[in-house]
């Protein structure tokens, strides 16, 4: 994966999915040091350069993400964090690169804005990725979402350009990466568990598509003939529940998906059991909340086309909409 999709992947999988499991995370952080993150549910298990091991416990944060224990910090939004030690001065680290991911490997610049140049009353942060054939720009001011999104020329200074094309899409809230001539996009937050993105052609600075993919991510992105093939888990939110009404709501599901009329749909017992458990008296009402499918597909994305989506043979999953 790319560093953002990375990082987004494993944060949906614990902040919208509650995963139990660990992920862990290399940073490469500015003093020439790495730090070896494992991000769990609540808490983030850090090796330090000394080999040092400390357990962060996760904190409330309204955008991003915030592990602290008094003493050692980490907190940050998309691939960069800022860690901490006592009352040291932070240090600003980003995920390492991850050689042979599905999306185009960036060449990527940051920059501080203050004030008034961001065209707020706020400082900021300015990321830019550099592509074969166009930039991408992404203005961070601390709060949730990008304050603004931008398609630029090859090799466009780092800086904001009144030129460059502004994205304006209520969907797009972060830089996920590109992949020849197609920029991803995802949304400034989860939901249902998967996290939504958008695919846009940097040409004619248009969208081509949108979708949510799983906490596993992008599983491969290829380019073509100027036709772009992915593959992920898809996230499907139903309008009904799978689990209280098997059959219409079944029929209902593979009608959507296109799967065949008997197709194995996943069993959602597991899904929602932990919320029954935390409320037994509810056990009727959280069985009809309406159901979540993530189930592998194929997705062929091309200007001027609607996308093609076909299911694929697979494991599928099955839980209860947030």
Do not use: H
Request: hydrophobic share 40%; proline share 7%; glycine share 10%.
């Amino acid at each position: 994966m790319t560093q953002r999709l990375k990082i987004f992947a494993i944060l949906a999988a614990f902040l919208f999915c509650g995963a139990a499991r660990a992920e862990t995370v290399t940073f490469a952080c500015e003093d020439g040091s790495e730090l070896i993150v494992a991000f769990s549910e609540e808490k983030a298990s850090l090796t330090l350069a000394s080999g040092e091991q400390v357990e962060l416990p996760q904190q409330v944060s309204g955008s991003g993400f915030w592990y602290s224990n008094g003493r050692y910090e980490l907190r940050g939004k998309g691939d960069e964090a800022q860690f901490a030690i006592g009352r040291m001065a932070p240090i600003t680290c980003t995920v390492k690169a991850s050689p042979g991911g599905p999306l185009d490997q960036p060449k990527m610049q940051v920059i501080q804005l203050p004030a008034g140049e961001t065209g707020y009353d706020m400082a900021g942060e300015l990321r830019c990725y550099g592509y074969e054939g166009f930039s991408l720009k992404e203005l961070d001011l601390g709060e949730k979402g990008a304050a603004g999104l931008y398609i630029a020329p090859a090799n466009a200074a780092c800086a904001l350009d009144g030129k460059d094309r502004r994205i304006q899409d209520e969907m797009a809230g972060y830089v996920l990466g590109a992949r020849g001539p197609f920029a991803f996009f995802s949304a400034a937050d989860g939901w249902n568990g998967g996290l939504p993105f958008v695919v846009y052609d940097t040409v004619s600075a248009s969208r081509l598509m949108d979708d949510s993919f799983s906490a596993v991510g992008l599983e491969s992105a290829s380019v073509a003939d100027g036709v772009l093939t992915l593959r992920y888990d898809r996230t499907y939110s139903a309008d009904c529940s799978l689990l209280a009404e098997p059959d219409a709501c079944g029929a209902a599901i593979r009608s959507a998906l296109k799967l065949p009329a008997d197709a194995v749909l996943p069993d959602c017992r597991p899904g929602y059991q932990p919320a029954i458990d935390m409320d037994p008296a509810q056990k009727t009402a959280i069985e009809a909340w309406p159901s979540v499918i993530d189930y592998p597909v194929e997705t062929v994305v091309s200007a001027g086309a609607e996308p093609n989506i076909t299911p694929l043979a697979g494991p599928m999953a099955c839980r209860p909409s947030a």
